[in-house]
């Protein structure tokens, strides 16, 4: 059986417009049913239209390939008059699996960023990869503590290794996702100290998706970081790219820990509680006052 998806999502300064979300899913194929798909894809788009203050684009194909085992296989987003993701969902999925899913997150960001040339998909990987957690904690849907956690255990692999020649040359597996991730969160606290937390990486990213209409735009990067810089009144993004482009540059990763207000003893992360480092660090994953994102809506195979 086969069922078509419409979000409703408005674009910032509109009345909610609808965003059609066409998934194409079998969902006796499942074991939590549609109706347990439903409330996956729905949570998903909603977690992803809080961060940005809309639903990326308006029209979506979403594709949904049942595969063995449960929980979300990976997926891959792509443009068109779409533009769609496609996304394998193992068949044993559970209500608890599937709440604690980050791929169709993930897969959605990337609708809210233009297409770029090839050699930046550091960019494009990296910030789904940091925009999927700091989205997910502002949602409720993950909590401070396990972001951090990962973060500590996975941001180092995004650190260059030897043969490094820059983030625009190593696309490497670690580069491209953990070292774009790092690049971002570098950002997001510099842009934080230098507008005295008032502007942050969001205010960027919604200008971008303002501006160009998502993935349904192919941008060069500079045009990416210029309107983003624009938004926040800094030079940030397109200091950190000259930085980080064409050669190796190490981020003191506890030096920037400390900054933020975190600890790692014995592998576990604390998190201090109060303090400028806290007001900063949580600065991070709160989301701007504004009308919330137009309720989800799912509407059954040819409604």
């Known amino acids: 059986m086969l069922a ?34 439903r409330t996956w894809v729905l949570r998903s788009a909603t977690i992803v239209a809080g961060y940005y203050g809309t639903f990326p684009v308006p029209e979506l194909r979403l594709k949904i390939t049942p595969v063995p085992g449960s929980g979300a296989k990976g997926g891959t987003a792509y443009p068109g008059r779409g533009p769609g993701i496609h996304v394998r969902l193992g068949r044993e999925s559970g209500e608890a699996v599937l709440l604690e899913d980050w791929v169709l997150v993930h897969e959605m960001v990337h609708l809210a960023l233009p297409e770029l040339d090839e050699r930046h998909a550091w960019l494009s990987e990296g910030l789904a990869t940091y925009v999927e957690g700091m989205a997910r904690v502002a949602a409720g849907n993950m909590t401070e503590v396990a972001l951090w956690q990962e973060y500590v255990d996975s941001m180092p692999k995004g650190e260059p290794a030897a043969d490094d020649a820059g983030l625009d040359h190593t696309p490497s597996w670690a580069r491209t996702y953990w070292g774009g991730a790092l690049f971002c969160l570098a950002a997001d606290v510099e842009i934080r100290a230098a507008t005295g937390n008032r502007r942050g990486l969001q205010d960027a990213l919604r200008a971008v998706l303002a501006a160009s209409g998502g993935m ?88």
Do not use: N
């Open 4 to 37: 078509a998806a419409a979000l409703a999502a408005g674009a910032p300064g509109a009345a909610p417009a609808p965003a059609r979300i066409h998934a194409e899913v079998d969902g006796t194929a499942f074991a939590i049913g549609e109706a347990g798909v």
């Open 216 to 303: 349904r735009a192919e941008w060069p990067i500079e045009r990416v970081l210029a309107v983003g810089d624009a938004a926040t009144g800094t030079d940030v993004l397109a200091r950190l790219y000259r930085e980080h482009k064409d050669r190796p540059v190490e981020i003191d990763l506890a030096a920037l820990w400390q900054r933020l207000g975190i600890e790692a003893v014995d592998g576990r992360v604390r998190l201090t509680p109060s303090g400028p480092a806290a007001e900063l660090r949580r600065s991070l994953t709160a989301t701007p006052p504004g009308p919330a994102p137009a309720p989800a809506e799912w509407v059954p195979a040819g409604g």
